[in-house]
């Protein structure tokens, strides 16, 4: 029966700079620096295990318009690693890695086909016979306004066909430059397997039309296990499994102090919970550590020294784990005993705040506003900063900590 096997991934960003908390210690981050190629290093040796046919990168293999030597050297050994295997590579850049741009060129090896800057059909043949069609279309340029996956052109002759597309839904915002396309247009190319590219969140459109998401996490947005998509596409089958290999992984948690009276039980709960993030294939977790609820504690969280000692301790902790696991940064948003117990014995103000506070969390735009105000106001415009929309929540939080921390220790005394 005929079958073939492929991996696809996008969005490498081989190159990318990798920014990290300034407290962690060297290994890790050179651990971190190195995350990217590793994670490709894993994808190649997968290949070879796997025995796909090839690999399709969606665009995006690197990061710069001028492309690290470093990096493309790295990626053409990687990819020449396939060749003894009979692997093939199709590539289309993107919108970072576009074809028109100055870079010092580096050749590829004869496994690997790159699609030009318009629409074109490429073969792949399997024990002599046409397999499968792949239809791409490279970046000339750091923008792509027109829709490309319209001028795809199914030609018969192949028991699969494959679009390979670095693009973005026109519903999402800011699509306009990234070949945008409507989800009708791709259905209606009748391929096997849509494999896209841009978007760093692995999703699916439908359940043949995918985004692998990026290879390795760059940042703390960037959360959960990162890779690529192994297919199998079958006649009237398709499997798709995702198959982790970056090395290091961004995860948020939030730890509730409610119930614990000591730095022990909180540190036993923290840990277990940590420990509850299984990791496939990560060498380490990155976390941000987010404390809420109400209790003892929270005083003692209050001081910035006790967290960061705290943090110091469970990260040696972490260290000897595997895998281990560093926490980059602890969020207080923990409410004093004091201040729950005064709210609770009728404090109008400090329960007026916590309402208040509320209240604009669930509409910012009324935030927006006052802020817009206070930025024209005579004396108060040297504090304020224009940049708050991302910060809405931040500012709310100190607010009503600071609030809290004045008032209620200035009733309880
Ligand atoms: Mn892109």
């Given at each position: 029966?005929?079958?073939?096997?492929?991996?696809?991934?996008?969005?490498?960003?081989?190159?990318?700079?990798?920014?990290?908390?300034?407290?962690?210690?060297?290994?890790?981050?050179?651990q971190f620096e190195n995350s990217i190629y590793a994670a490709v290093h894993k994808m190649i040796n997968n290949a070879?295990?796997?025995?796909?046919?090839?690999?399709?990168?969606?665009?995006?293999?690197?990061?710069?318009?001028?492309?690290?030597?470093?990096?493309?050297?790295?990626?053409?050994q990687q990819l020449e690693l396939l060749k003894p295997h009979g692997i093939s590579v199709y590539i289309v850049h993107?919108?970072?890695?576009?074809?028109?741009?100055?870079?010092?060129?580096?050749?590829?090896?004869?496994?690997?086909?790159?699609?030009?800057?318009?629409?074109?059909?490429?073969?792949?043949?399997?024990?002599?016979?046409?397999?499968?069609?792949?239809?791409?279309?490279?970046?000339?340029?750091?923008?792509?306004?027109?829709?490309?996956?319209?001028?795809?052109?199914?030609?018969?002759?192949?028991?699969?066909?494959?679009?390979?597309?670095?693009?973005?839904?026109?519903?999402?915002?800011?699509?306009?430059?990234?070949?945008?396309?409507?989800?009708?247009?791709?259905?209606?190319?009748?391929?096997?397997?849509?494999?896209?590219?841009?978007?760093?969140?692995?999703?699916?459109?439908?359940?043949?039309?995918?985004?692998?998401?990026?290879?390795?996490?760059?940042?703390?947005?960037?959360?959960?296990?990162?890779?690529?998509?192994?297919?199998?596409?079958?006649?009237?089958?398709?499997?798709?499994?995702?198959?982790?290999?970056?090395?290091?992984?961004?995860?948020n948690l939030e730890i509730s102090i409610n119930g614990k009276e000591t730095f022990d039980h909180l540190t036993n709960?923290?840990?277990?919970?940590?420990?509850?993030?299984?990791?496939?294939?990560?060498?380490?977790?990155?976390?941000?550590?987010?404390?809420?609820?109400?209790?003892?504690?929270?005083?003692?969280?209050?001081?910035?020294?006790?967290?960061?000692?705290?943090?110091?301790?469970?990260?040696?902790?972490?260290?000897?784990?595997?895998?281990?696991?560093?926490?980059?940064?602890?969020?207080?948003?923990?409410?004093?005993?004091?201040?729950?117990?005064?709210?609770?014995?009728?404090?109008?103000?400090?329960?007026?705040?916590?309402?208040?506070?509320?209240?604009?969390?669930?509409?910012?735009?009324?935030?927006?506003?006052?802020?817009?105000?206070?930025?024209?106001?005579?004396?108060?415009?040297?504090?304020?900063?224009?940049?708050?929309?991302?910060?809405?929540?931040?500012?709310?939080?100190?607010?009503?900590?600071?609030?809290?921390?004045?008032?209620?220790?200035?009733?309880?005394?």
């Amino acid at each position: 029966m005929e079958s073939i096997r492929f991996i696809h991934a996008a969005d490498l960003h081989l190159g990318s700079p990798l920014s990290v908390a300034a407290g962690a210690p060297s290994l890790l981050k050179k651990q971190f620096e190195n995350s990217i190629y590793a994670a490709v290093h894993k994808m190649i040796n997968n290949a070879i295990q796997f025995k796909v046919d090839f690999i399709i990168l969606a665009g995006d293999l690197f990061d710069q318009e001028n492309r690290s030597i470093k990096s493309q050297l790295f990626l053409k050994q990687q990819l020449e690693l396939l060749k003894p295997h009979g692997i093939s590579v199709y590539i289309v850049h993107g919108n970072h890695d576009p074809l028109a741009e100055n870079y010092a060129p580096v050749e590829w090896p004869d496994n690997v086909e790159v699609f030009s800057t318009v629409p074109e059909m490429k073969v792949f043949y399997k024990n002599n016979k046409p397999a499968a069609h792949l239809y791409g279309c490279s970046y000339r340029e750091r923008e792509m306004p027109t829709n490309i996956a319209k001028a795809y052109n199914k030609q018969h002759g192949a028991p699969f066909h494959i679009g390979i597309l670095h693009g973005q839904e026109k519903t999402v915002a800011d699509a306009d430059n990234y070949a945008p396309f409507s989800l009708k247009d791709l259905v209606e190319k009748e391929m096997d397997y849509w494999a896209l590219g841009h978007i760093h969140t692995r999703q699916n459109l439908s359940p043949h039309i995918c985004y692998p998401g990026n290879i390795q996490a760059r940042h703390r947005k960037e959360q959960g296990e990162k890779g690529y998509l192994l297919v199998d596409l079958k006649k009237d089958e398709l499997d798709i499994s995702f198959q982790a290999v970056s090395n290091v992984v961004f995860e948020n948690l939030e730890i509730s102090i409610n119930g614990k009276e000591t730095f022990d039980h909180l540190t036993n709960t923290l840990i277990k919970q940590i420990k509850q993030v299984s990791l496939e294939y990560a060498e380490g977790l990155w976390l941000e550590i987010e404390l809420t609820g109400s209790g003892r504690l929270s005083e003692h969280l209050e001081s910035e020294i006790n967290v960061e000692e705290w943090k110091e301790a469970i990260n040696e902790i972490g260290a000897l784990e595997d895998p281990f696991f560093y926490i980059y940064r602890i969020k207080n948003k923990t409410i004093p005993a004091e201040v729950t117990d005064q709210i609770k014995d009728g404090e109008h103000f400090l329960g007026d705040t916590h309402q208040a506070a509320n209240f604009y969390r669930s509409n910012p735009d009324m935030l927006q506003r006052e802020w817009e105000e206070l930025l024209h106001h005579p004396s108060a415009k040297k504090f304020m900063s224009e940049n708050t929309a991302s910060n809405m929540e931040v500012i709310i939080e100190e607010a009503e900590r600071t609030i809290w921390n004045k008032w209620g220790r200035g009733v309880s005394n």
